[in-house]
């Protein structure tokens, strides 16, 4: 029997049909598992608001330096017998801030200081725990997505560094004449914390769209707007650290008046203290005026950011930027109120969250400037 003609595009040597490649494989490569890892970045970020909160607690009910040895991995078992809380209250009794300021504490009255630092540490132990533990389980089943490893990795790099600051911070508190930690170390502490904190939120919102989406949207993104949401986020960065350096002093109860310092404009005698470097960071009159004056200039930037943003053609970057301007006014009005009440603990707590919320709203708007929604035409300005 004769064979069948030969197909002219057939391979020399070939007798069977090859199968097809499968399709997609290298797309849900690229893509990974955008939202498990979203979803794991958002515990990150429920729990960095949470220890900045109760970092704000420790500073305000001076619980910071209840705790004098830094042990990781032993610290997280708190004392359970009266053995092991008078072991911690004996090397608590040697630090200067009980001998120069808390002498004759009662047991029951370093437990409360105690249980707060002991809370701010555990929670940093728990968010350095969930990272290692996510990005490791992502690691190993290869569901990160292309060229997120590194950044990623990032977030595990800065709660490491910030771990390190911290301990720094309270070394600062515990040399000789210390009754509290120095206040560049706090405002260098807290920084690190929104560092962190503004990464994870960045990441969060790159996750929510897909790769295909951001790379579309960055194509009609506002550059002159995006570029001045990076200047406000700088400013407000500047005030947080600012607003670090009057907790770390109490400045804030130094001038309960408004909009005057006393009986005037500037605070009297801003320059006593020798060097004249240390005023800065240490006179409680002139650290409370930089951090005033930081404010009014947050929110005249603010505005200009705000008119400039009603020229957007996107109703969500327009409403974005609007939600910024009235929450850097209503952070301001709360720390005026703050001032004239000399800074109870209720008011200094949630003025300090506040800049939370703040920070994210700025985040947020710069983010929609870069990578703009999409909206039907009738949402459109003209």
Do not use: C
Not at 110 to 139: C, D, N, P, S
Not at 161 to 169: A, E, F, S
Not at 244 to 265: E, N, Q, S
């Amino acid at each position: 029997m004769a064979k069948p003609p030969r197909n002219i595009f057939e391979e020399v040597g070939t007798t069977q049909k090859q199968a097809a490649a499968p399709t997609g494989a290298i797309a849900r490569a690229a893509t990974g598992a955008r939202g498990a890892i979203r979803v794991w970045l958002m515990a990150i970020f429920a729990m960095v608001v949470l220890i900045i909160a109760v970092g704000g607690m420790t500073r305000l009910t001076d619980s910071g330096l209840s705790i004098t040895e830094w042990a990781p991995i032993q610290g997280a078992i708190p004392p359970l017998t009266d053995e092991a809380w008078r072991v911690e209250f004996e090397a608590y009794r040697v630090s200067p801030e009980y001998q120069l300021q808390n002498a004759g504490m009662t047991m029951e009255e370093f437990k409360y200081i105690f249980w707060w630092e002991w809370a701010h540490r555990q929670i940093a132990r728990t968010i350095g725990l969930v990272w290692a533990v996510g990005f490791a389980f992502f690691w190993a089943t290869g569901r990160i997505p292309n060229g997120w490893r590194g950044r990623l990795f990032l977030i595990g790099v800065l709660i490491g560094v910030q771990g390190g600051v911290g301990w720094l911070m309270v070394h600062s508190g515990l040399q000789e004449g210390q009754t509290d930690v120095k206040s560049y170390w706090l405002a260098a502490h807290l920084g690190m914390a929104f560092v962190t904190f503004a990464v994870v939120t960045w990441y969060i919102l790159l996750l929510g769209r897909s790769e295909g989406d951001l790379l579309h949207a960055r194509r009609a993104n506002d550059a002159k707007l995006f570029g001045m949401g990076t200047g406000l986020m700088h400013l407000a960065f500047i005030q947080i650290l600012l607003g670090a350096l009057v907790a770390g002093i109490d400045a804030g109860r130094a001038f309960p008046t408004w909009p005057l310092m006393g009986d005037g404009f500037f605070p009297p005698d801003p320059f006593q203290i020798t060097p004249i470097w240390r005023n800065f960071f240490e006179d409680a009159g002139l650290v409370q005026f930089i951090h005033r004056m930081a404010g009014y200039a947050l929110l005249i930037f603010a505005v200009v950011v705000w008119r400039r943003s009603r020229k957007s053609a996107r109703a969500a970057t327009r409403f974005a930027f609007a939600a910024v301007l009235s929450g850097i006014f209503l952070q301001m009005v709360l720390g005026i109120f703050t001032a004239l009440y000399s800074a109870p603990v209720n008011l200094a707590i949630v003025h300090q969250f506040g800049a939370v919320v703040v920070w994210v709203l700025i985040l947020r708007a710069r983010y929609l400037a870069r990578y703009p929604l999409e909206q039907s035409v009738r949402g459109a300005t003209a």
